[in-house]
């Protein structure tokens, strides 16, 4: 556990040392919070819909996300190429299955995201059991996706995350109340956050983004739980002076920023294994 | 009155209570806040864009909205295959006609909206006014709209805003100063709000999926009136802080998410006959 | 130079009285940031994607602001619809050339703005001198755009912003940590701002936009400068407070609201040749 904590403040020293430039494909509701927060903690943020400059800067990025809340009719040739780019490239990048089940372009995306294997895969539960019900990979739960929000509990997406880790041979992040990192050895579960978060839209997507940031800069399993970690952190800080989700939110991206490398280690967190 | 005020607190306490899904099309412009606001009142939020997740969005739902600020080519087949689905459905569902008049693809939609018969129309009173003047209901007043800000007071929108109403058999919404609310039978003039709130991109999208939350839970009329008295009660009492737009925004979230259903069932109105 | 400031008061003054409407074709990162700077300084925002939409708004417009982040399909029949608009109706405009070099509809776009002379060019120094190279203007410098963010000094950009400048005959502002406002002919020197201005999105894209409104109301060199000494004294102000980006962004919006003519023209600054 030293060593993890040792790894996790390295992530969240050096993203801020180096900047790296993590590119997203990602919706337009949340867009605004995914960029400040990953500037908060020391990224540099571009937000690209057309399959060109996609392509491109799926290549010249540290890291790349992909959330698929907000699908645009151009998603439909933009994400297999910018999928394809990041394989080809070798390149560390985040899925963010936002609303799996719903519509026919996002169903064949993250159909085609299974053969290229994610680094990580950030959901809340009801996403995570249903993309490992799409890839095969999960037989005997279900989950009915329900607009954005999850329907089940964290712990019910512990089988499906383990499961998907173990496939892509990265990591997953459940986010929840109690939040799940897997590598699909090891389970950590990451405590802290505010009710809030379900409160303000783009915690979750934003969560994917920071992700990606540390992904530029840490192995995969260390990523997601410096970002989760981060965001239980801030999240935890911002709802002791918040007196709602207009200042939650903003109280939230100054601890994003203000957060240290001790701060974000010493978060509580559990290993267990898978 | 004593009736009406007890039907607006069970919608406000329903909304908290069974966080209804309303999902909406929207503009990006203001798309984050108006999540946020529905979250705030206790909906629960989905943007989409295209036509076959937004119909099977709009048959999930409980409510739906739609706003045409910032049309896409794609509102082109989704916003007609939606209208349609919610009509099929008898799902309740608002309609902000922003900057109606400006576009071919707007004008033909705000056109389709007659025939379907919107449960809730929520607009400026410019908007108000030239939306009754495009579906014929309303031929002694004109409306010149200018971009998407009002240049006609509340009280130059009365008849047109009945004469929807009465040809929805729904209710509908004029923001302004003083606030308009009417079913066709009956006016009622909601005060409070603030200043700031012209100054802040989205108070009024925002108010129109707020209203869609309470027509997930209550009849039109009194959805409607919820809504508004809502925002005036928050818009009062963020503005009494506010030191700018910036901390208004932010004070309006709070206040939203803070006020109970007796706050907003004695925001001060008036009754009157249309 | 005291004639200068004066202008730079009429400007802010009359922005304020007259409530110009600057319409945007702007991406979806940033607009709702735009919108809102635009609505404190006094102008009227309205975001549009859709050609004839635009073409509309690029007519009944007192001003107009292009911004090519986040580029959309559409974007590559709207804009060069737009620009001709602006052109045949000798309407002033800003033109904001993010990320320029990256994508094909992007680079065809900027190329086109050549030849129509924007009124005023807004770019962080990276932008500036790829554009200068685009338009061949510039030969003796490169600059590799990475993503959004400026990896060249102001002071670099200079000779590229007196060119561009000089060919539209309008003005060119470079954000930096010293801003730069030329017409061709003088080189003014803003200062101001905060470090937080580069940890939160949509500061340049915004400074645009507002440079937009005063563009409506002011000579193309008065009106950036107007707008770049507003951003230097609105962000020195917020970062005296900000606890962090997302209280910077609040107080920033603030500051934007309050700023007096005399706290804009007495921001500090110095003329020199160019």
């Known amino acids: ?24 494909v990602t919706n337009t509701i949340t867009n605004t919070f995914v960029a400040n927060a990953q500037l ?12 060109d400059e996609s392509v491109s800067l799926a290549r010249a990025g540290n890291a790349f996300y992909i959330n698929v809340g907000g699908i645009f009719p151009v998603y439909e040739e933009t994400l297999p190429a910018v999928v394809r780019a990041l394989s080809e490239a070798r390149k560390p990048w985040v899925l963010d299955p936002v609303a799996v089940g719903i519509g026919k372009i996002r169903t064949s995306i993250l159909s085609l995201c299974k053969e290229h294997k994610p680094t990580i895969i950030r959901g809340n539960a ?26 089940d509990p964290v712990s019910a997406a512990r089988t499906a995350a383990v499961a998907l880790a173990k496939w892509t041979g990265g990591a997953v992040a459940v986010s929840g109340a109690t939040d799940l990192v897997t ?55 911002a709802g002791e002076t918040a007196k709602g989700p207009g200042s939650f939110n903003v109280h939230f991206l100054d601890e ?12 509580p967190f559990e290993i267990e294994e898978a």
């Open 40 to 51: 908060a903690v020391g990224g540099s943020a571009a937000m690209v819909f057309v399959p």
């Open 183 to 237: 590598d699909g050895a090891a389970v950590v579960l990451s405590h802290g956050g505010s009710h809030f978060m379900e409160k303000i839209t783009g915690a979750g997507c934003s969560l994917g983004g920071v992700a990606a940031v540390y992904a530029a800069v840490a192995e995969p399993f260390v990523a997601a739980l410096t970002a989760t970690a981060l965001y239980n952190h801030a999240g935890r800080r």
């Open 1 to 24: 556990m030293d060593q993890l904590k040792e790894k996790m403040r390295q992530a969240a020293v050096t993203a801020r040392n180096t900047k790296p430039l993590v590119p997203s």
């Open 256 to 267: 994003l920023y203000k957060a240290s490398a001790d701060d974000i280690a010493d978060n």
């Open 126 to 151: 009801s996403e995570i059991i249903a993309l490992a019900g799409l890839w095969g990979l999960h037989e005997n739960h279900t989950s009915t996706v329900r607009g954005v929000d999850a329907v």
